[in-house]
């Protein structure tokens, strides 16, 4: 479903990935852990073509770009919809319902019609137990309710595969267990995620596989047991050490 061949993004002189390999199979979740600064974040971004590569490879499912050249716009725009992308801070739009907010990307980006686009907005909202709040403002929301809103509307475009920014560091500890949840149906369902989390505990329980990154560079994957229980580099074992 994603293949990510030499992934390379700098800013300015600022080597930021310093060319990555990952290979995702469909229905896999793959949860990306790693030190503030190591690039997680900007590799999301690549993958929705919200940053711009500076060389490699990227496919998901039926679309590939290569950033060794120009890449066009049409091929960005189609990349991105390939992808839906969850933030730490939710980002939904303040002067929108609930409702409005997950119908907006594909009345907007898909030109999809406002009536299917509705009825299919209401089930998301339901799926993620928000069937009862869709004609809410974000401000009349919880934090966890307002990320469970991010997620319908990423799940909206009906992509084929969910990236997660850290979504639930945002939160107050206790709405935490109900983004989770929603993640953890979604990844039973067979949906493919990447997932950026500082939460252990999703990873040792949702994810095929823990990737950890440091200084641009993937330093070790496997299996969450053995990331967990057995890590086999130093900076991994420093990591997990001051997070756990
Ligand atoms: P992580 O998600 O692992 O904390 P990031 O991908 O957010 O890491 O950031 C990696 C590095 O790239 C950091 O040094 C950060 O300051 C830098 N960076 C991220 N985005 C930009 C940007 N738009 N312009 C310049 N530097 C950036």
Known sequence: MISIKGLKKQFDDLEVLKGMDIEVRKGQVIVLIGPSGSGKTTFLRCLNALEIPNG???????IGANFNGKVPKQKLLKLRRQTGMVFQSY????????????????????????????????????????????????????????????????????PKVMLFD??????????????????????????????????????????????????????????????FENPQNDRTRKFLSLIQ
């Open 56 to 62: 490699g490879e990227i496919t998901i499912g039926d």
């Open 166 to 227: 850290e979504p639930t560091s945002a939160l107050d500890p206790e709405l935490v267990g109900e983004v989770l949840k929603v993640m953890k149906d979604l990844a039973e369902e067979g949906m493919t995620m990447v997932v950026v989390t500082h939460e252990m505990r999703f990873a040792k329980e949702a994810a095929d596989e823990v990737i950890f990154m440091d200084g641009g560079h993937i330093v070790e994957r496997g299996d969450p047991m053995t990331i």
């Open 91 to 158: 980002n939904l739009f303040p002067h929108m319902t609930a409702l409005e907010n997950v119908m907006e990307g594909p009345i907007t980006v898909q030109k999809r019609s406002k009536s299917e686009v509705c009825e299919k907005a209401k089930a998301l909202l339901e799926k993620v137990g928000l069937g009862d709040k869709i004609d809410y403002y974000p401000f009349q929301l919880s934090g966890g309710q307002q990320q469970r809103v991010g997620i319908a509307r990423a799940l909206a475009i009906e």
